[in-house]
């Protein structure tokens, strides 16, 4: 009993106070600035970047940092916060940085604050994910981003939910479940698609065993890109939607 | 002969492999006695070419033959009769190409469940039917199990997975890169990025320093280490020992955060790229990777004796979900599900490179139950901590090496290649098999999960239901690694 609680007080706390202000380190390839105005395309093995004008798609964007080692078009800051309310506002184009960026990114939906603003119960649907967003949406509620102390959580049903996060392409397998668990959440609800993949089918956007016809059909109220996601970066895009 | 014997990513003439009939090769393959890593089908026009890759663990060889099956041909005598361990392989083969192992035991399908499936159904007044999933109630992949019990107790499980399946090898022929192996399995990035570059290297006959070597095997440790703390995490969660839950999960967090400083990314994406890496770890950040090692070993060595000191915790981890060393052999589990009942296989130490030659692998007593998994667990994040220190200490010697060199883009045609690199849960193994141009025409993923499912099936009979989730985190499987 005495050693639990001598290495209780040993760990002390080390929850991160100032989730909005935290900054993460140099290297961690974030908000991507364009500093041409032609890049090859060829570079993205995804197809994230286009010409005319240059731009980079952050909703198809790893931040794999291929392009930023192989030309000078483009460099990645380590600013993480890239969540956005609407797809189009994904794609960065060649001048634009990332205050510009992040202060029209979100639009506060005043409905969901009211209702959501002290509670966001999630339902987690991992429809053919890597288990890399998997993993960061868990460590999200680990004792260091600690997203509990605001009210979200993730819940074991669809039925006690108030909005569903979706990571992975969406497998065909997986499409029925996933309209089903959406069916099963109770209004008002919210999508948010987490990753690359769940964006834009990301790395698998041309395998044939995808299906979806999910995005297509249904609202979605916020993208959040990376690959995977940073826990930084899906607990900000919650707390700056709901405008916290 | 019989069999091509050929070495850990060995570049070998297609035209080498021997090609016998059927009946013959399962003759062979019977008596050969030997722990199967591939049995695939590859379409050839109108046939079908069936290739047998088996293991030789203790002299660390690889035997590859193979038959062909004229369309006519549409069944055989299947091999699961005789060896158990096959039984996945065959199903799989079976899927994907209509031809049928006669007297399978169990042939269902693995990923592509179209028609109505009838569980195996007990049936008793007192027998009841737990169905979870394909969505489970945490933040982890899709997959459905079904449990027949008796009250508490699970007399049978049954799980049915393919949920997952996104046609990733048909992908690596059309387009295949690094992003996309370190894709496949997004928990063993770097396991899974190696087996990868080393394949294609192998094909393209590209030589990379050792610096890019040892900074690769010293990502693979840390991704093993980080992994393992984090199970550590979820086990001691799913027994309401929530401290361990807590200590575990920030030390994680310090593991990953130090794979950020080298690559920028927390899982090591983009760090491996075929021709070397692209990230150097000088000798500031070594000091800094070795002093963050020290913090992580101590806690982790703390929190680990004083969770196992807890009879609570004792009493919910020993002899709870057994798999016998006899079953793991006949059933063929791999990787740590082996080890921890006390098969040492291990693909770092069976098939060592010049790395790994000189370092002592010590096997620890295993029982099979989820006590000796947590053991094997912690066994594991301290034999990484040592392995990366002495990396890091060797990769001082070649700090003047070029990170990356260039890899030809062409690959050897009409080649054959085994790549197999021991990931966290086990042995990840690549093969590939190029055309008259050089192109991948077959590419076949094998993770250690697609042996070990099974294990979790076996592990959990006669248990409490409530033990189910401890029994699964202990082996934490993967679904995408298996659904593809």
Redesign the interface.
């Known amino acids: 009993m005495l050693?639990?609680l001598k290495?209780?007080i040993?760990?002390g706390k080390?929850y991160i106070k100032d989730i909005k202000n935290a900054t993460?380190?140099e290297?961690?390839?974030g908000f991507p600035i364009i500093e041409s105005d032609t890049i090859d395309e060829t570079i993205c093995?995804?197809g994230a970047i286009s010409n005319n004008p240059a731009a980079v798609d952050m909703g198809k964007c790893?931040?794999?940092?291929?392009c930023a080692?192989n030309t000078k078009a483009v460099k990645?800051t380590n600013f993480y916060k890239l969540a956005s309310t609407s797809r189009e506002k994904l794609i960065i184009t060649e001048g634009m940085n990332e205050k510009d960026f992040y202060k029209s990114a979100i639009e506060v939906n005043k409905e969901i604050k009211k209702i959501f603003g002290h509670s966001l119960k999630l339902r987690?649907?991992?429809?053919?994910?890597?288990?890399?967003?998997?993993?960061?949406?868990?460590?999200c509620s680990?004792?260091?981003f600690d997203m509990g102390r605001f009210g979200i959580d993730?819940m074991?049903?669809?039925r006690h939910a108030d909005g569903l996060v979706i990571t992975?392409?969406i497998?065909?397998?997986?499409a029925f479940?996933l309209e089903d668990?959406y069916k099963s959440t109770p209004d008002p609800k919210i999508v948010i698609l987490t990753g690359a993949?769940a964006i834009s089918g990301?790395?698998?956007q041309?395998?044939?065993?995808?299906n979806r016809e999910f995005i297509s059909k249904h609202k979605i109220d916020l993208y959040i890109p990376g690959?995977?996601v940073?826990p930084l970066t899906f607990i900000n895009a919650l707390l700056d939607y709901l405008g916290i | 002969m019989n069999w091509l014997i050929n070495d850990n990513n060995k570049c070998e003439s297609i035209f080498d492999i021997p090609v016998l009939s059927i009946n013959d090769l399962r003759q062979e393959i019977i008596q050969m006695k030997k722990r199967v890593v591939g049995f695939f089908g590859k379409q050839e026009n109108d046939n079908v070419h069936l290739f047998v890759v088996l293991a030789d663990d203790s002299e660390g060889k690889l035997y590859v033959s193979s038959a062909i099956f004229p369309p006519e041909i549409k069944e055989y005598e299947s091999l699961t009769q005789e060896l158990p361990s096959f039984h996945m392989f065959e199903r799989e083969f079976y899927e994907e190409f209509n031809i049928k192992p006669l007297n399978h035991p169990w042939l269902k399908s693995v990923r592509n469940h179209k028609n109505k499936y009838e569980f195996f159904e007990m049936k008793g007044d007192e027998i009841h039917q737990v169905a979870v999933g394909p969505i489970h109630a945490g933040v982890i992949e899709p997959g459905h199990f079904r449990f027949m019990c008796c009250g508490e107790k699970i007399y049978e499980l049954e799980i049915q997975l393919g949920w997952q399946s996104k046609g990733v090898e048909q992908l690596f022929l059309t387009s295949h890169s690094n992003r996309l192996a370190e894709s496949v399995c997004g928990d063993s990035v770097v396991a899974y990025n190696i087996a990868y570059s080393n394949l294609v290297e192998s094909l393209s006959g590209c030589e990379i320093t050792n610096k890019a070597q040892l900074i690769r095997l010293i990502a693979l440790e840390m991704e093993r280490c980080a992994i393992h703390i984090g199970d550590l995490g979820a086990i001691a969660g799913d027994i309401a020992y929530l401290m361990g839950a807590s200590i575990f999960g920030a030390t994680r967090t310090l593991v990953i955060n130090t794979m950020l400083e080298i690559s920028g990314s927390r899982f090591a994406r983009g760090l491996i790229e075929t021709g070397g890496v692209n990230y150097d770890i000088d000798l500031a950040l070594s000091d800094k990777i070795v002093s963050v090692l020290d913090k992580v070993s101590n806690d982790v060595e703390r929190t680990v004796k004083t969770m196992l000191k807890s009879p609570t915790v004792a009493s919910r981890l020993e002899k709870t979900g057994i798999v016998s060393k006899e079953t793991a052999i006949e059933m063929g589990f791999t990787g740590m599900t082996a080890r921890a009942s006390g098969v040492n296989l291990d693909t770092r130490f069976d098939y060592p490179d010049k790395w790994y030659k000189d370092i002592e692998n010590r096997s620890t007593k295993a029982d099979g139950d989820v006590y000796s998994r947590t053991r094997l667990r912690y066994k594991e994040i301290k034999q990484s901590i040592y392995i990366i220190k002495k990396f890091l200490k060797e990769l001082e010697k070649y700090s003047t090496e070029p990170l990356r060199v260039h890899c030809p883009n062409k690959m050897k045609p009409d080649s054959f290649v085994v790549s197999m690199t021991e990931g966290w849960r086990g042995e990840v193994v690549h093969i590939a098999i190029t055309d008259t141009n050089g192109k991948f025409s077959r590419y076949k993923i094998k993770d250690a999960s697609f042996n070990n499912w099974y294990a979790l099936a076996l592990a959990v009979r006669n248990n409490g239901i409530s033990d189910f989730p401890l029994c699964n985190k202990s082996f934490n499987l993967s679904y995408c690694g298996n659904d593809l």
Do not use: W
């Open positions: 050693d639990t290495l209780r040993y760990q080390q993460v380190k290297k961690f390839r093995p995804l790893t931040f794999c940092g291929c080692r990645f987690q649907v991992s429809a053919g994910g890597c288990n890399g967003c998997e993993m960061e949406l868990n460590a680990n004792v260091n993730f074991a049903s669809p992975g392409p497998s065909e397998n997986m479940a668990c993949c990301g790395i698998f041309n395998s044939q065993k995808l690959c995977p940073h």
